[in-house]
Nanobody
Framework: QVQLVESGGGLVQAGGSLRLSCEASGRTGSWATMAWFRQAPGKEREFVAAVRWSGGSTSYADSVKGRFTISGDNAKSTVYLQMNSLKPEDTAVYYC?????????????????WGQGTQVTVSS
């Protein structure tokens, strides 16, 4: 089992920045991909960004490209999401997720472990 705990959410004005962290415990290193998803009120959960734990390849949703950066720290078993130039439409609960299988995926049903989520609110 893998436990994921997110932190770093909060309230920020439009144009501001936040850095989310997700620390993994348990069977650390057993995943191939770590990702961030988000869910806004009344909307479905959507993919934000993912990073290959071995090699560091990344992928981003079009809506966050150029503004968000995902990175991983193997020694700390922690994945980060640096969010810059935040917009009100980025307001959501952000979830960290881990995928065990080695094939690349950005689909929510392909991830095996999930954190409890952290709220990000961007005011206009």
């Amino acid at each position: 089992q893998v436990q994921l705990v997110e932190s770093g959410g909060g309230l920020v004005q439009a144009g501001g920045s936040l850095r989310l962290s997700c620390e993994a415990s348990g069977r650390t290193g057993s995943w191939a991909t770590m990702a961030w998803f988000r869910q806004a009120p009344g909307k479905e959960r959507e993919f934000v960004a993912a990073v290959r734990w071995s090699g560091g390849s990344t992928s981003y949703a079009d809506s966050v490209k150029g503004r968000f950066t995902i990175s991983g720290d193997n020694a700390k078993s922690t994945v980060y999401l640096q969010m810059n130039s935040l917009k009100p439409e980025d307001t959501a609960v952000y979830y960290c997720a881990a995928r065990v299988r080695s094939s690349w995926s950005t689909g929510i049903y392909d991830y095996d472990y999930w954190g409890q989520g952290t709220q990000v609110t961007v005011s206009s």
